[in-house]
């Protein structure tokens, strides 16, 4: 019977010669086989015809390689994105069945390097690298002859018609989970990623900064969990900072959810944690760069939930599936994920649940919650990502340990950013863009987004830095499709003339609407190319414009990119997808508006628009969350945004308020707004709203009338207020202090502070105690943040003899203890017990409103120390009938004592030296300090420091005293801890300077 052998033969257009010579070789060949029924048929890509299949070319292609007995692949220069699709067939197939051979041969004649585009030669290293990492061996040719006999040589080594080749045995585990580690750090979607302003894929390595996760809303019960953590240490109440890194999230928490807006790195996060964790086993970086607990050789296994919708599958399937296409050369993993769940050796990474379509949301979330429930599989991590607006839809709940949320950039990470992003050489460049960001509030406020930071380094090159978001879209997508970013000589030329880059964002505003209306990330060029010629007015179907436009975008401007699949593509970043949406759903609001006032309708909007069925609604999206970000983006480009705010209020006010913050500050009736702020917005949006207003009103006239109105309002949430007062000082004139003055007026009478005030002059527990003024040596040697020991000069002021108790605090909410009780009855059986579960914001506000302040951490530790020494006012040791603390935990080596587990109310103790009763012990009490772990170096290099008050900035609080539940050596005077500004823990309260 006659055998055939079947080679396929891949290479790139510049090896035609190579090709055409080895083609003829196999035509000689052919000539010794035939007389024994033996014939070798050689498949090259110019056999193929278009007509074969117009969509899927490469498809062919690929199935022809896994058909193949032997794969031989040319390269010279560069390596094509199907060169290499057509290698991980082949690669896939060997693994499965011991065939196709590969064969790969790299041409080593001379070339002048300075003719070669960096991408072609990156390209052919990258490649190089994988190899490498997959144990494939290449060969080096001179020219085609000796790539003939180099070729002739290997197949002489083993003869290919000796009969089948049985295949490999299922290689061990470790080997499986080495190659698939090894897969992933050459993938480029895990080992870089794209940055705006550069031509090529930026490694990891080299740019990223690497995001914090936090608590996240309430942050009540994660915050606890935080700070009250029990490690197998000697110190039994382990203190972990609320910002942390992602590998001590997955070692506190093993499980949980990641909130971002837009642009804030989630995906990039995710992939950053696949790569760095599959390079640790492999040995390629340091155990202290990602240090992880538990088991080691974590699998860690990344999926993009809306595969999952797409699946129609359960999880588990649907992620073999993934796997099996994103690492062809892996399919050994597969079958073997089964065994490694069970024995929980994997870290899975859940990503972007926001991008899962309404419709299969509910499905989605309850696979999900099956894989997280399953008892076989509790030994995995799993972590996933979601955009915050997104997290809380629909009735399907996800129990996950913490919620927590991604960290905006601070000075120093933005700073860190800018350093990669510029060149060695432009290192001043990037300082001075720092500075700038920096002393530029409305610029900073972008900076702190990532996404936004690359645009505004990008386009800080042209000095153009907008403000605002959206005309750094703006700017930013006319930049690329000018191809501004690229010297002159090598920009393309358009076919379609001068005005070509208005044509390219016009059809680009229609495709991110389709593909936004079905919800695609990506899209296949046959989609894509129907689109555009119906955005163009063409109804031929022969029509090569949208082709040239598909291709001059992708070439030129990088909006759009080709994926790893043939002819799919997708937005470089899914925020251009939603900019350029938004520009269709702005072009609709404004022509609604335009027609309603035209009209001079009495109805309202609402009516109006339902008069006109046969119109496109663009509110028809506004409570889709997955449409939020085009609704912010298009209030924002509105010439005339106050009628669609008014018309967003009615509709959803979380999403107005946000629209609010993206519609320009110049054109927007902030009066219309300011009546509508207590009845639409949503306690967190006023939040968000007021921390920004600096911002958002340019003008410190605006800012003051906006805050008089919110005063107007009778708002009474402290986190609100606080920050209004903040933008208060930061106005600082007269008028902004006399305005702050009011925040009170407009409260319900019954809790006023006037209302109240005869009751607090009779209340024993309302005194205040004089602390004359002196110096005194703060700090100690015990913990690194006590040092160092340094001089402090304190002026006279008026501390409360007591914490505030809960009956004074009711009279400030009269909700508190109602609120409160249910979970904490025995912290609150009386109006003598401390006020707990109170926030920095709470206290802070209280104080105000009281007529006093919260008193400085200096300020605390001297009037705690009472003029001594040692480490607690009592001497060198507290015992638990001098303060209420855990007495399983004494101070060093002293006889332990009793824990009481609950707050004893106020004055239980015996005072210190000054009056003061409980400085140690029973509630952690808030100061008005930032804390700053090296704040005492900065202190000790100014000699004696004069009532100092704390760092400028921060993220967190000053703690100071200790509690009911701490060790001893936690309420000693020099001892410091801190929280979160809005956390609530029914271990804190706090006491009040009276102010004459």
Known sequence: MPQTLTIFLASSAELKDDREKFEQFIGRKNKTLNPNDQFIRLEIWEDFIDAMSQTRLQDEYNKVVRECDIFVMLFATKVGQYTREEFEAAFGQFQESGKPWIYTFFKTAPVVLDDIPRGDLQSLWDFQDRLKALGHFWTKYQDSDDLINQFTRQLELRDPFAGGVSPPPPPPLEEVIKKYWQQLIQDPDFNSMPVIGKRERQRLDNLYVRLQVTAYGDKTAVAEQFRTRKTEKAVPGEIIPHNLPPDMAINAFHRFVVLGPPGMGKTTMFRFIAYTVSRLGLGLARPEEFPLEGKSNRVPLYLPLTELSDYGGDLLGCLKNYLNKRFPGCKALTPLLDSLLKN????????????????????????????????????????????????????????????????DLDDAAIGEYLHHWFSAEDSEAALALKEKICHTPRLKALATNPFLLSLIAWLSQSNILPERRVELYVKCTDALLNEEYKEAHDRYSSDFGPDHADLKAGVLTDVAFAMMKRNLREIPRNELRGIIRESLGSKDAADERPGKLIDEIHRGSAILRETSADHIYEFQHNTFREYFAARKLQAALAA?????????????????????????????????????????????????????????????????????????????????????????????????????????????????????????????????????????????????????????????????????????????????????????????????????????????????????????????????????????????????????????????????????????????????????????????????????????????????????????????????????????????????????????????????????????????????????????????????????????????????????
């Open 592 to 996: 609604l508006l335009s027609q309603w006032k035209q009209a001079r309708s009495q109805a309202k909007l609402t009516d109006f628009l339902s008069q006109r069925p046969g119109e496109m609604n663009p509110l028809q999206w506004a409570t889709d969350p997955l449409w939020t970000e085009v609704n912010r983006l298009a209030v924002g480009l509105l010439e005339h945004p106050t009628p669609a705010l008014e018309l967003l209020f009615e509709i959803d006010p979380t999403l107005a308020a946000r629209c609010y913050l993206d519609a320009d500050p110049e054109k927007v009736d902030h009066d219309i707004i300011k009546k509508l702020w207590t009845e639409r917005i949503e306690r967190e949006e006023r939040i968000k709203i007021v921390r920004s207003i600096k911002e958002s009103l340019r003008d410190d006239r605006e800012v003051l009338d906006f805050i008089a109105g919110i005063f107007l309002t009778g708002e009474t949430d402290s986190e609100v207020l606080c920050h209004c007062d903040e933008a208060l000082r930061q106005v600082g004139s007269d008028e902004a202090f006399s305005i702050s003055r009011t925040m009170f007026d407009h409260w319900p009478a019954e809790r006023q502070y006037k209302t109240h005030e005869a009751a607090f002059k009779q209340d024993k527990f309302w005194q205040a105690v004089e602390i004359k003024g002196g110096e005194f040596k703060m700090g100690s040697n015990e913990d690194a943040n006590e040092k160092p020991i340094h001089p402090v000069k304190i002026s006279p002021f008026r501390l409360g003899r007591y914490t505030v108790t809960a009956g004074q605090y009711q009279r400030f909410d009269p909700d508190h203890t109602k609120r409160n009780k249910k979970g904490y009855g025995g912290f609150f059986k009386d109006d003598k017990q401390p006020a707990i579960n109170v926030s920095w914001y709470d206290a802070y506000i209280f104080c105000k409103w009281a007529g006093g302040r919260l008193p400085t951490e200096a300020e605390w530790e001297y009037a705690c120390r009472a003029g001594t020494a040692t480490p607690f006012s009592t001497g060198d040791n507290l015992t638990t009938d001098q303060a209420n603390y855990d007495g399983n935990y004494p101070y060093k080596n002293h006889p332990k004592g009793k824990y009481l587990e609950k707050t004893t109310p106020v004055g239980s103790y015996p005072p210190n030296a000054w009056g003061l009763y409980d400085m140690h012990g029973n509630v952690y009490e808030w100061c008005q300090d930032w804390y700053d772990g090296k704040y005492y170096d900065v202190c000790k290099k100014q000699g004696v420091v004069e009532n100092p008050t704390g760092p400028e900035s921060g993220s967190y609080r000053v703690l100071r005293g200790g509690s009911w539940f701490s060790n001893a050596q936690y309420c000693r005077s020099a001892d410091r801890d801190n929280a979160d500004p809005g956390d609530r823990l029914r271990y804190v309260g706090f006491r009040l300077v009276f102010v004459p």
């Open 344 to 407: 929980g050796q994997c870290l899975m990474l859940l990503d972007s649940l926001d991008e899962v379509a309404a419709a299969h949301l509910r499905p989605v979330k309850d696979n999900v919650k099956g894989f997280l429930n399953n008892p076989d599989w509790q030994g995995n991590s799993v972590l996933l990502s979601c955009r915050e607006g997104s997290w809380k839809k629909d009735g399907v709940s996800l129990a996950f340990p913490a919620v927590l949320q991604i960290v």
